[in-house]
């Protein structure tokens, strides 16, 4: 009535409930009289049924949001019992895998490569102790064998020397004109020992003389302990019909000097002759002089037999034209830079070519000795002194290449003697 009159909504009163069915409860006066009291009850059993379109519930949340928790408590129990189920399982799956690892499982292993370990290290220990001893012995060799190896790299040194040499081949063995013949007669071979050898490069270089070396070797010195090599000797090979770049001075350089600038010397076995291999390097002229000399192959009456000059001097094609006829140690040269040549007078390294007479043999008739004069064949003879510097290589430390030239052409790199 009250929402009728102030509302003005039209109340409709509820007499039945549709749907619902048993007479003697519908019939019943007291259900008649309390009617109202059951449309609460009815319109939930119709919500629950989703039989209405409005849905609401008088639930307090507290109660619903237990109902809820009541409700999830089963698949939450059963969750937590799957993970408690899969964690026992991954750990008991862990032990067996850890088991199969475990130290003792291995143990007596270990134990073998513990032992195997403390022999090795015994072993070693004892191994140590005798390389030492070794390297004692060795070093007790080599200090007693130390002179036999100078002494073998001294033969190494004449024996390079000797291959530079020019010498005639095949058919010019049989050339009598001492002047064709491609052979440097060596008169004497001096050593010097020095502290450094560049000082000896230094002097040279000081004395304008720097020229006089290879393009190759005038800005680089050697250095280190060494010995200055100085060989004095002499050649006629200066025919006028030889080429004059060929002749003179010119030919020491385009044999020896250019010989002993070369890595190794093919000496026609398997074993090339080491040259700069050995030690040598840096090779120069630093005195020469033309002479006018009787011609030596040509044996006079008031000759000497076995002068220089004469059949006795005059080494055999193999040797190169003599190898030396005057060693000389360098306590008796006279040298005051170290290695520093002194060039000789004038005639001073000619050696003498004897008087008219010599003791022991007649004076000849003045008319004979100048009709022989008349007919002496005077020839050149360039005598010439040339130094080197050896620091010596033992042959173990000895190198197959010269240093920064594999492959590079020049002079170092070659095998073959100029002749």
């Not at 003791?359 to 003045?366: F, V």
């Not at 005077?378 to 080197?388: G, L, S, Y």
């Given at each position: 009535k009250f929402l009728q009159q102030n509302l003005q909504s039209e109340v409709i009163k509820l007499d039945e409930f549709r749907g619902v069915v048993g007479d003697s409860v519908l019939s019943d006066p007291l259900f008649i009289e309390n009617i109202m009291a059951f449309a609460v009850p009815y319109g939930l059993a119709l919500q629950t049924l989703k039989q209405t379109r409005i849905r609401t519930t008088l639930l307090p949340p507290e109660i619903v949001v237990d109902r809820k928790i009541r409700q999830k408590k089963p698949w939450a129990v059963g969750l937590a019992a799957g993970l408690l189920v899969a964690m026992g399982l991954s750990t008991f799956a862990s032990a067996r895998v850890l088991n199969s690892v475990s130290e003792a499982k291995f143990k007596e292993g270990h134990d073998a490569v513990a032992d195997l370990q403390s022999t090795i290290s015994g072993n070693q220990a004892s191994y140590d102790a005798q390389k030492a001893a070794h390297e004692d012995n060795k070093k007790a060799i080599e200090e007693l064998t130390a002179p036999l190896q100078k002494r073998e790299l001294w033969m190494e040194l004449l024996k390079a020397i000797n291959e530079c040499l020019p010498r005639d081949t095949g058919n010019d063995l049989d050339i009598s004109d001492v002047t064709l013949q491609k052979q440097l007669r060596i008169e004497s071979f001096v050593q010097k020992k020095v502290e450094n050898v560049s000082a000896w490069h230094t002097a040279l270089v000081e004395a304008k003389l720097d020229e006089e070396f290879h393009v190759d070797d005038r800005e680089t010195a050697p250095d280190g302990l060494g010995y200055i090599i100085t060989l004095k000797g002499h050649h006629y090979y200066n025919s006028k019909d030889v080429d004059y770049e060929d002749i003179g001075r010119n030919f020491v350089e385009d044999t020896l000097v250019k010989n002993l600038r070369q890595w190794t010397i093919d000496n026609g076995t398997d074993k090339p002759v080491a040259v700069g291999q050995l030690g040598i390097s840096h090779p120069i002229v630093v005195y020469h002089n033309d002479l006018e000399v009787p011609d030596p192959s040509v044996r006079r009456p008031g000759m000497q037999a076995g002068m220089p000059g004469g059949p006795g001097m005059m080494g055999g094609p193999g040797y190169g034209g003599g190898m030396m006829n005057n060693y000389e140690s360098s306590n008796e040269s006279?040298?005051?830079?170290?290695?520093?040549?002194?060039?000789?007078?004038?005639?001073?390294?000619?050696?003498?070519?004897?008087?008219?007479?010599?003791?022991?043999?007649?004076?000849?008739?003045?008319?004979?000795?100048?009709?022989?004069?008349?007919?002496?064949?005077?020839?050149?003879?360039?005598?010439?002194?040339?130094?080197?510097?050896w620091i010596p290589v033992p042959e173990g430390e000895r190198q197959a290449t010269p240093p920064g030239a594999e492959g590079e052409g020049g002079d170092a790199p070659a095998e073959t003697p100029s002749e």
């Open positions: 006279a040298m005051e830079t170290p290695g520093m040549y002194s060039p000789p007078g004038r005639g001073g390294m000619s050696g003498g070519m004897g008087g008219r007479g010599t003791p022991g043999q007649p004076l000849q008739p003045l008319d004979k000795i100048d009709e022989e004069e008349k007919e002496t064949r005077m020839v050149t003879r360039t005598d010439f002194v040339m130094q080197f510097a």
